[in-house]
Structures are given as structure tokens and as C-alpha cells.
């Protein structure tokens, strides 16, 4: 019944979702497809008898699945010796109505399980307009495996008690009539139920797949969600009490990735911003290093993947990871040997544009054979096509963005450590330039 539930839920929803803008392949993951043998009691029989439920459903446990009376023991492997029913008897729904069940408080004796039941009925039902065998293809597999063809337009339906007619028979181009209803002369119904009976946290599930294109999961499940707020406040779809629903797959495992990765990202950057300064020891070459280069590479990274249309997934935030790595490299390789040429204050502009063209072009070479090797090993990953591909092209791309912009960083840091030393020059020659006080005699 809370599979049946969940499922109608799910049918409600599925058509609610086809109106995300950006969803496409909107569909109900159906686990129907598998022949069950269903028997409904009869509660007021089972308390005339004193018989619990517990009780009928574990001597059909017993008698049905077994149960281990005695342990054979084979070296130091032991086997349980069970005891139940023969399969020619278990593969019979009509056996298994005659098993007995003991009955209760004491009392001796046992009663079939064919009085405990309450019994399917069978429904005579007239068709006009349409032949019985092409109403019965129309019909779900569940309802033909429960119908049986008597006349050209006439056909019987066994349901279980307490089902309706009008449930199970689906619309069909012709009209039908019911004619007389009597109960069966069987315990068992046949119908159609799940392949498997998903749970999850001890609660019964049921899964509408949606599927992203043109927008991030993420957009797409907030409009979503928003949109499913508003349908059960409306009272569009009604949920059973106890029901909740929660979004699953890629979403989910983007939220968690996302958060994950903040804290990552700021542990990394505070980490590089330390080891920069502990290998200037300057706040000042560390301040135009980060304000120099992370702007131009990230802005590269971004171009590219941009370029490739490709989301800001985990695996590029990682790549970006990666590229400030990189990026901060350089920029020490350039920032320390710039700061070791300024020990002592230039004399005037000629000389501070002699310390930074010399600082610049004997750092030059190292730091394009950085970028021309991270390059030459990272941009075949591109064309790669194996295990573990569509996880490195998205990583890649903005590590090798952010390295071909990264080449703008050997002019750069050059030019902003210029600019400083010329502004310090212009404040010292002012100080120098400036008269004192003249005292009128």
C-alpha cells in the first residue's frame, strides 16, 4: 500500500516537473513488471478464530520460505536442515490456500488459510463497441493477467476485495457495463507489482528522473523545488502523511561537492598566501604577485572554459585549484629576485628601469619553461577519449587557460613593481623639494 501510494504521488509530479524551464527527460522510474500472488485477510474472520496476523503470515513463511530445524555439521561448514512445503506445492497458489494455521490463545486445532482470507471478487462485465481480445490488449499487464475472455463481448475480472471496476480498467475506444459481482473461489490474487521494493533510511521510496540541459542541476532543481512548493501549497499534489521528498544524484553530490570545496579553496589560498610571504618576506612583492597574476590567469581559466562550453563543475574548480599553484609559482620565481634587486632604494628612475628590465629578463627563462611544460603535458589531455577523460578535459581546461594568459605575467609584475618604486620616487624628491620656513628679519 505505501508503494502503491508513493507511486500515484509520483504520477503527480511527473507532469509538474515538465515545466522547469531548462529539464528535459522528465520521467517515473517504474519498478512494475513482476507477477505477485496477493492475498488480502479478513479481520473480522482472524478475530472470531483468536488468530493474529503476525501468525498467519508466519506459518506462510514457514511453509512458503522455511525454517531451520536442525544444523548439519560437514567439517567446518555447517548447513541449516529447513522445513517447508515442496516446490509442487509452493508454485500452487491453490495448495497454499489449503495451509493450516494453528490457532490462538491456546486453543487446538487449525483453520485453512482459505476461511482467513477475504475472498477476490469476480466482476461480469459487457463490452460494446469493442471485442473482447482488443479491449484486453488495451488494458495494463496487471488487469489482463486478471481477466479472463468468456464471450466476444463479455469478459470477467477476479479483483481483490474491497477494488473497484473503474480502478483497474483503463480508458479503451468502446463502453463497458457491469453485470453481476460474486466472490471467488480463490484465496490468491495475481497482480503486477514492483521488480524491487526500494527503501532508504528505513522508509519506502519511489524515484522521478530528472534530467538538466541547457542550465546547471543546480539552477534547474531550485526552480524545481519552488515549483513543487507552490503545486502542495496550492493543494495541486497531495502528499500522504509521513511523505517528504528529497533531490538526489548529480544535485546532491554538486551541493556537498560545492560546499566541500569552499573550504578547500580558502584553506589553499591562505596556505599559498603564507608560503609567499614566507619566501619573500614582503608584503609588498606578495600584495602585487596576488593582485597581478591571479586577475589575468582565473581570468584566462574562465575564458576557456567558457570557450569549450563547459559547466563549472567539480573537476574545473579543481583545475582552478591547480592554475593558483601554478600561478603563484611564477610569480615568486619573478617577485623574489625583483625584491632582491631593490635591497638598497634606486638613485632615480633610469636606474630603478635598469633593476626591473634586468630582473625581468634574467627570470624570464625560467619561468616560460614552467609554462611551456605545463602546457606540452596538459593539453593532449584534451583529445584523450579514455577511462576517466570526461573527468580530466573539464580539469585541464582552466589550467591551461589560465597558463596561456599566464605569459602576461612576466610583463605584469614587472610594471606594477615599477609603478610602486616610481610613486616612493616622486614622494621622496617632493619631501626633498619642499622650502622652509623664511623668518622676516
Not at 54 to 67: F, K, R, Y
Not at 88 to 111: K, S
Amino acid at each position: 500500500d505505501d508503494h502503491a501510494a508513493l507511486e500515484r504521488v509520483a504520477e503527480q509530479i511527473e507532469p509538474l516537473l515538465r515545466g522547469v524551464a531548462g529539464a528535459a527527460d522528465v520521467q517515473m522510474q517504474r519498478e512494475g513488471g513482476k507477477p505477485y500472488a496477493e492475498l488480502r485477510l479478513d479481520r473480522e474472520r482472524l478475530a472470531r478464530f483468536g488468530i493474529a496476523v503476525e501468525q498467519v503470515l508466519q506459518t506462510l513463511e514457514v511453509a512458503v520460505g522455511g525454517m531451520p530445524l536442525a544444523w548439519s555439521v560437514e567439517g567446518t561448514q555447517r548447513y541449516g536442515v529447513r522445513i517447508r512445503y515442496p516446490r509442487e506445492r509452493r508454485d500452487d497458489t491453490d495448495e497454499l490456500a489449503q495451509v493450516q494455521v494453528p490457532r490462538g490463545n491456546g486453543q487446538h486445532g487449525a483453520i485453512p488459510l482459505l476461511l482467513l482470507a477475504a475472498r477476490p471478487v469476480e466482476h461480469e462485465v459487457r463490452l460494446s463497441g469493442i471485442t473482447a481480445t482488443a479491449w484486453v490488449r488495451a488494458q495494463a499487464l496487471g488487469t489482463q493477467r486478471i481477466t479472463t475472455v468468456l464471450a466476444p463481448d463479455r469478459v470477467l475480472l477476479t479483483l481483490p476485495a474491497g477494488e473497484e471496476p473503474a480502478a483497474a480498467i483503463a480508458a479503451t475506444t468502446g463502453t463497458w457495463s457491469l453485470l453481476t459481482s460474486r466472490p471467488g473461489d480463490q484465496a490468491f490474487t495475481s497482480v503486477i507489482g514492483p521488480m524491487a521494493i526500494r527503501s532508504e533510511g528505513g522508509k519506502r521510496t519511489q524515484y522521478v528522473l530528472l534530467r538538466a540541459e541547457g542550465r546547471g542541476e543546480v539552477e534547474v532543481i531550485h526552480d524545481a523545488d519552488a515549483l513543487l512548493r507552490r503545486a502542495i501549497a496550492e493543494q495541486r499534489v497531495v502528499l500522504p502523511p509521513g511523505t517528504t521528498w528529497r533531490w538526489v544524484g548529480r544535485y546532491e553530490q554538486q551541493v556537498k561537492a560545492a560546499t566541500t570545496m569552499r573550504w578547500v579553496l580558502l584553506a589553499a589560498v591562505v596556505i599559498m598566501l603564507v608560503l609567499i610571504v614566507i619566501g619573500t618576506r614582503s608584503w609588498l612583492v606578495t600584495t602585487i604577485i596576488v593582485g597581478a597574476n591571479l586577475s589575468v590567469t582565473t581570468a584566462g581559466g574562465f575564458i576557456a572554459v567558457w570557450l569549450a562550453g563547459v559547466e563549472l563543475t567539480t573537476a574545473v574548480v579543481v583545475g582552478f585549484l591547480v592554475l593558483m599553484g601554478v600561478m603563484f609559482n611564477d610569480g615568486i620565481l619573478l617577485g623574489t629576485y625583483l625584491h632582491d634587486q631593490f635591497r638598497t632604494p634606486p638613485r632615480d628612475v633610469e636606474d630603478l628601469h635598469r633593476r626591473v628590465f634586468l630582473a625581468g629578463v634574467r627570470r624570464r627563462r625560467p619561468a616560460l619553461m614552467t609554462n611551456c611544460t605545463t602546457l606540452l603535458a596538459l593539453i593532449p589531455v584534451l583529445w584523450s577519449d579514455g577511462r576517466g577523460a570526461e573527468v580530466m578535459r573539464p580539469m585541464v581546461l582552466p589550467v591551461i587557460g589560465g597558463m596561456v594568459a599566464d605569459f602576461v605575467s612576466l610583463f605584469s609584475v614587472p610594471v606594477f613593481f615599477a609603478w610602486f618604486w616610481e610613486w616612493r620616487l616622486r614622494r621622496t624628491s617632493r619631501k626633498q623639494e619642499t622650502p622652509g620656513a623664511v623668518i622676516a628679519p
